[in-house]
């Protein structure tokens, strides 16, 4: 691999990004001699920025909102992953090639591990139909989850089951969702409901939570969503989306790499760069130690 290489983030905007500062800190404690930068490229010149790719000293990108689908046809090659979910954010390079790759779906299934290390026959509940939740419902069946999803729009989520060919999934009708959650072992928010900038609250009722089952949000800016601040007042295990992304990235790491990537600095990295240090980046529960096994 030849010196100075570089790492793109295209996004569009890019300034509240974590990922410099993650992978940077990625790089820093592997000696790896990269860099990384965020670059803001709106839709007209992505095909540019992609083409740009394909020559020293570039290894690759990581691809954001709201490029990720928008990538995919000038990828060479994706990995199964990518194809699965249509969507790409991490690109690497080989030779003149670039390859399309999709670390969000591992990156929750190791995320989930935390919380719920066994999830085969686990009664999950995932809230939203967004990108993020086609990367969470694939993971989830990959491990023989039984999963019920709900969202705001039920033709989103038809459309998402449609797309995974996913016909065993269960919608969940606004109805049925008190006692779905009420009895799963593990909810899953993957809305924008509750994200910082994004619409206030909860997706949920007030006061619907799991009786035993953890809680997962998918956001992590704040640390604490109202969803998870409910579920650690009631004792339930419950994680944030920081472990997630620091374990995507991690991934994209060692795609573009080939190095075991040093997760514990990413984790720490994100953390402060999100204005931490917090509870600890792989996790939150109610005594603030690490997840207990729900
Ligand atoms: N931790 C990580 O690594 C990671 C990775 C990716 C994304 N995320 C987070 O996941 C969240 C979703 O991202 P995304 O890319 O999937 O977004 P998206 O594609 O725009 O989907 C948004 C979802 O939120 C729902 N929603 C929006 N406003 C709502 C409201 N007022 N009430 C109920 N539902 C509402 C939408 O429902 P409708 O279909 O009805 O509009 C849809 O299900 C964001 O907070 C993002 O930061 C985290």
Redesign the pocket.
């Known amino acids: 691999m030849p010196a100075a290489a570089r790492i793109a983030l295209l996004a569009h905007p890019a300034g509240h990004s974590v990922s410099p500062a993650m992978q940077r800190a990625a790089f820093a404690a592997r000696g790896v001699g990269a860099t990384y930068d965020a670059f803001d490229v709106p839709p007209a010149e992505l095909a540019a920025a992609v083409a740009a790719l394909r020559r020293d000293p570039w290894w690759g990108a990581n691809v954001t909102?709201p490029h990720k689908t928008a990538v995919v046809p000038w990828m060479d090659e994706l990995t199964p992953a990518a194809r699965r979910l249509g969507a790409v954010n991490t690109i690497v390079r080989r030779g003149e090639r670039l390859i399309g790759d999709n670390s969000?779906l591992p990156?929750f299934a190791r995320a989930l591990a935390d919380v719920r290390p066994e999830i085969a026959g686990a009664r999950v509940v995932v809230v939203?139909?967004?990108?993020?939740?086609r990367a969470v419902v694939a993971a989830l069946a990959d491990a023989g989850a039984r999963i019920a999803l709900h969202?705001?729009?039920p033709e989103?989520a038809r459309a998402l089951l449609a797309a995974l060919a996913l016909p065993e999934v269960a919608w969940l009708p606004a109805e049925g969702l008190a006692d779905a959650v009420v009895g799963c072992d593990v909810l899953v928010q993957?809305?924008?409901?509750g994200?910082a900038g994004?619409?206030a609250g909860s997706?949920l009722p007030d006061g619907l939570l799991p009786d035993r089952g953890a809680v997962v949000d998918?956001?992590?800016r704040p640390a604490v969503t109202p969803l998870l601040a409910a579920a650690l007042a009631a004792g339930l295990p419950a994680q944030n989306?920081?472990p997630?992304?620091v374990y995507?990235g991690a991934r994209s790491f060692e795609a573009w790499t080939g190095v075991a990537a040093p997760v514990e600095a990413m984790g720490a990295a994100a953390e402060a760069a999100l204005g931490g240090p917090g509870r600890g980046w792989s996790g939150l529960v109610a005594d603030g130690d690490r997840p207990r096994v729900g």
């Open positions: 909102v969000d990156g939203g139909a967004g990108g993020a939740a969202n705001r729009s989103r993957t809305t924008t409901v994200m994004g619409p997706p998918l956001v992590y989306g920081l997630m992304l995507q």
